[in-house]
Structure formats: structure tokens, C-alpha cells
């Protein structure tokens, strides 16, 4: 686990920035998932089930003025940062994890 920092800034006014801290970068990762969510939920509040591709999801990030973070490099002692498009690179490849990991429990079932 590797503490890892989240760099919002979703608006151009300067005031819309903020940040949040995560145990991890899968942490993050889905705490961005999530926020997505949350945005989807406001605008369709009257739907009772929001599904949504990738596409869209990368569709949201890249709305954002800038969204970065930095990552704890323990073998450094320091962050290394990480933009926009390392996000999104994390994201597909936790979106897969999770597709594969979901694929191969459906065929434990049958």
C-alpha cells in the first residue's frame, strides 16, 4: 500500500480545487470511480440503476481543468506524480482486474 495524495481541480475557479488522501492507489482509484457516480446520480436522480461504460467515465476526467496525484515511493522516501493519463491508464487496467476477476467467479459457478 502506498499512501497516495488526489489533485482536483474540476472547475476553472480557483476555489474548486482540492485534494484527498488514500491508503492506496487502488483506493483512489475507486474513490474517482465513485465520484463519478455521485455525478451521475445528481444528474439522473429519478433513475433507479446507473450503469455506465469507460468511455464515459474517461469522458468525466478529462472535463476536469486538471486532476493528478502523487504516490508514496517508499524505496525514495518521496511522491512521485502522476497526471491525468496515468490515471486513466490505472483505472482500465482496475476496470479489466475487476471484469476477469468477475469472469473467471461466474465459470467457478457453473
Not at 476553472?12 to 482540492?18: D, L, N, V
Not at 455506465?52 to 518521496?78: A, E, M, P, R
Not at 512521485?80 to 476496470?95: G, M, R, T, V
Request: charged letters at 25%.
Amino acid at each position: 500500500m502506498s499512501h497516495t495524495i488526489l489533485f482536483l481541480h474540476p472547475k476553472p475557479c480557483p476555489a474548486s480545487r482540492t485534494y484527498c488522501e488514500y491508503e492506496s492507489v487502488k483506493e483512489c482509484l475507486e474513490s474517482i470511480c465513485q465520484i463519478y457516480e455521485e455525478h451521475l446520480k445528481r444528474q439522473s436522480a429519478d433513475m433507479p440503476t446507473i450503469t455506465y461504460g469507460i468511455t464515459q467515465l474517461f469522458d468525466f476526467i478529462d472535463s476536469f481543468v486538471d486532476i493528478s496525484c502523487v504516490v508514496y515511493q517508499k524505496s525514495t522516501n518521496s511522491y512521485a506524480p502522476y497526471n491525468k493519463e496515468w490515471i486513466k491508464d490505472q483505472i482500465y487496467a482496475l476496470f479489466r482486474e475487476t471484469a476477469m476477476n468477475t469472469s473467471h467467479s461466474n465459470s467457478k459457478k457453473r
